[in-house]
């Protein structure tokens, strides 16, 4: 890996016989590293080109759970989010699909919408959609937050995925007027698409302080085996052995 990262014009300043050594041991180490090489990762958010690499490994098809924080597991380690949970779940069922964390801690529905080109490089075969939550915490346009989950959708289930979308649902201080036609959004866009929708996807999670992190919003590990069981008790109906 060393010589091929290397600008070539580089390799005269080792000496002869250290250029022969690493010509020697590096294959050794590739194949050593391979061994090294995650099972894909539900654990954190993936390049493109992991996707690439991970596919010559790992043929299941695959689950996507695109998200915010809320999906990268934000406050709690990689392994105890809830896609990692979810491909626990999945594996201790006999479901052989492979969990791909596509969480972004802070993305908006805009910000979603133009990362689904990234999602689907990825092929998936079935969308976990979970966004929307820092559109309603930050207040903006409902109608805006609507079109951009819309057009996801769209863009997802042209490609063949089956989408299963997330719902949410905001504090009350934000008013009465503003959280239900938040709320609203969900129902509608399930309505429309014919898509499997999860009411609420802090079920059971919300507002119980156990299960939450101090700030209030983001899940504690035990929170997000919670949600992890909800996600699969949505999508198990779609699953295959």
Known sequence: MLLYCMPTRRLDLFPARVVRFLALILPGLAVLWSGFTPCFPAERGASPLELRIAEVKDERPRIVAFGNSLTAGLGVRSQESYPAEL??????????????NAGVSGDTTAGG???VPWVLNGRP?????????NDGLRGLSIEETKANLDRIIERLRDSGALVVLAGMKLPPNYGRDYTSRFEAIYQALARKHGVPLIPFFLEGVAAQAQFNQPDGIHPTADGYRIIAANVLNAIESFLKK
């Open 113 to 115: 919408l133009r990362r």
């Open 125 to 133: 075969d079935i969308v976990i959609l979970e966004l929307g939550g």
């Open 87 to 100: 491909q626990r779940l999945l594996d201790a069922a006999g479901y052989r699909y492979r969990v791909v």
